[in-house]
Every structure is written in C-alpha cells, then in structure tokens.
C-alpha cells in the first residue's frame, strides 16, 4: 500500500504514461516507449530550437513517469 504522497506521483506517472492503475510491466514498458518515440527531439530538430527544448523536457517528464511507474508495478 503506497502512503499519500508516493501514491499521488504514481498516480500522475501512470496518467501521463496512458496506463490504468492494474497496468502490467509490459503495458508500461510500451507506454514509455509510444512517448518516446512521440517526443523525439530529432522529430523536431526543423522546427526551430524552442520546440527542441520542449521535446526535450516532455521526454524527460516521461522518463520520470515511467521510473516511477514501472517501480510501483507488483
């Protein structure tokens, strides 16, 4: 049972990632991955340095939802 705190973050994590509260460690694995294939920052290297930056912090706001996440997976 995760206390307050740790279950609010886990909770934000697994929204972020699309998963539902009984996701497999597959299912967030996947998540992660359709993210970061979505923010990819090469995707918008053409765009200008400002949508890189952008990229570049949701990519690691992903990373971040996915530790958690795949750490609160049973």
Known sequence: VLAGDEAAHVH??????????????????AAYLRLVSFYDPAKVMD?????VVLSVRRLGQATTAYQIAVNAVP
């Open 47 to 51: 765009l200008g340095p400002e949508f």
């Open 12 to 29: 934000r994590a697994r929204d972020m990632l699309g998963v539902g509260p009984h996701a497999t460690r597959e299912e967030v694995d």
